[in-house]
């Protein structure tokens, strides 16, 4: 199995570096720039993916959904992923923002209504997949409860077809905490164990 590790939008793989030290294991850690898009950035990675078998994906924020396109293009390679503070329905701010900012890639990518977050709505999920919803760090800009830079209700978009957990952490504390590195391993074990199941609902 090689892990697989796709970083947030304006992040870098850095952001893993607590996670990597205490999951260990055979990895591979992405990256990408926002400013060149989210199918540019879909292209490079399925690229450099192009060797790899037996992947799992652990992928944070915008990650998750770069993931979720992954596994529906390589379906074969793909064991199964954890995803954390993933906004599968994309970012509703985003959707006014981008006529304010309209040079911005991410804010043109983020939106419920752009091409990314349509696709994976319309994404058949085949593989045993996980959501850790961030639910703490509210931020008043943000419409609705928020884990400080998504929503929940954005967070749980996908969560008629795939596991979710929530965590009582923001943003960016769900990066680096013990309780994150036990259900990721969790996971992980499912895969590689005798039982393997396509779906196992997680508690909290």
């Not at 709505?121 to 998504?150: E, F, L």
């Amino acid at each position: 199995m090689k892990l697989v590790y796709i970083h947030g939008a304006n992040a870098t793989s850095e952001s893993f570096n607590y996670i990597r030290d205490h999951i260990g294991g055979a990895d591979l850690v992405l990256n990408y720039t926002s400013l060149v898009g989210f199918e540019n950035n879909l292209q490079q990675l399925t690229t450099e993916l192009a060797d790899q078998r037996q992947i799992f994906f652990i992928a944070h924020s915008l990650g998750g959904v770069y993931a979720l396109h992954l596994a529906n293009a390589m379906p074969d390679r793909v064991l199964g992923a954890v995803s954390l503070s993933t906004p599968y329905g994309g970012v509703t701010e985003a959707d006014f923002a981008k006529y304010f900012m309209p040079f911005n890639r991410l804010m043109r990518d983020i939106g419920p209504a752009s091409w990314p977050m349509r696709q994976a709505a319309d994404i058949k999920i085949t593989h045993p997949w996980c959501n850790i919803i961030s639910t703490r760090g509210a931020v008043p800009w943000i419409s609705g409860p928020n884990d400080g830079v998504v929503t929940l209700e954005s967070q749980r978009h996908l969560s008629h077809s795939m596991d979710t957990v929530d965590v009582a952490f923001n943003h960016y504390e769900i990066l680096l905490n013990q309780r994150v590195i036990r259900i990721i391993k969790q996971r992980i074990r499912q895969i590689t164990g005798p039982a393997r199941t396509t779906r196992t609902r997680l508690g909290p």
